[in-house]
């Protein structure tokens, strides 16, 4: 029974992600929650405590997949720089995904949140830093494999790279085609690229 109740549990969290991630904190209401995971009130607040409690772990849940997607791509190159490349590549395919946005709902969140939702901006001020940690480590691995020059500082590389990340995500949310993604993420990858040491 405790599994049919974390599966369903599961599913609501999915489904809040999905509606949070499209409209954001403020214009998504109660009767939008309700019909998009088939609860009522009492339900969902006896599930999750509350909207801000819902959104935050959805954040959560947002930010884990983003990071299992980053984790993937990584790990099938030895390499730390062409590892980098090929996730950048791999966003440019960011329009021809069926996604509720293509701009990060992390950066959409920060944008949104105001004083009055804290806890809510911290969660995903917390999950980008977290992220921008990772490509600073990403950085620094590199340097020990000797691919980038010992001088570069990789916390400002890894800054760098998340920057480039939010601007490709925001440029694909215009009324852009998907080769002009395309273009920009290989232009970004080709830069990453351009770091390595030649001898």
Request: aromatic letters at 8%; hydrophobic letters at 45%; proline letters at 2%.
């Amino acid at each position: 029974m405790a599994r049919a109740t974390n599966h369903t549990r599961q599913v609501s969290l999915e489904r809040a992600l999905q509606l949070f991630w499209k409209k954001g904190f403020h214009n998504t209401s109660l009767k939008d929650l309700e019909k998009a995971l088939d609860m009522r009130p009492g339900s969902i607040y006896a599930t999750f405590g509350s909207k801000g409690a819902l959104f935050e772990e959805a954040l959560e849940y947002y930010g884990h997949l983003g990071l299992v997607a980053l984790e993937q791509t990584l790990h099938a190159h030895a390499s730390p720089l062409a590892g980098l490349a090929a996730y950048m590549r791999r966003l440019g395919s960011i329009s021809d995904q069926d996604l509720p946005s293509r701009a990060c709902m992390l950066v959409k969140s920060v944008l949104e949140l105001s004083e009055r939702e804290q806890s809510g901006w911290r969660k995903a001020e917390e999950l980008l830093a977290g992220m921008e940690e990772y490509f600073i480590a990403r950085f620094i691995a590199a340097q020990e494999a000797g691919e980038i020059e010992s001088g570069r500082d990789p916390i400002r590389l890894g800054r760098r790279l998340q920057a480039e990340i939010m601007g490709l995500r925001a440029f694909a949310q215009r009324d852009v085609n998907s080769a002009a993604v395309h273009d920009l993420a290989e232009d970004m990858a080709l830069s990453l690229e351009a770091l390595r040491i030649t001898h």
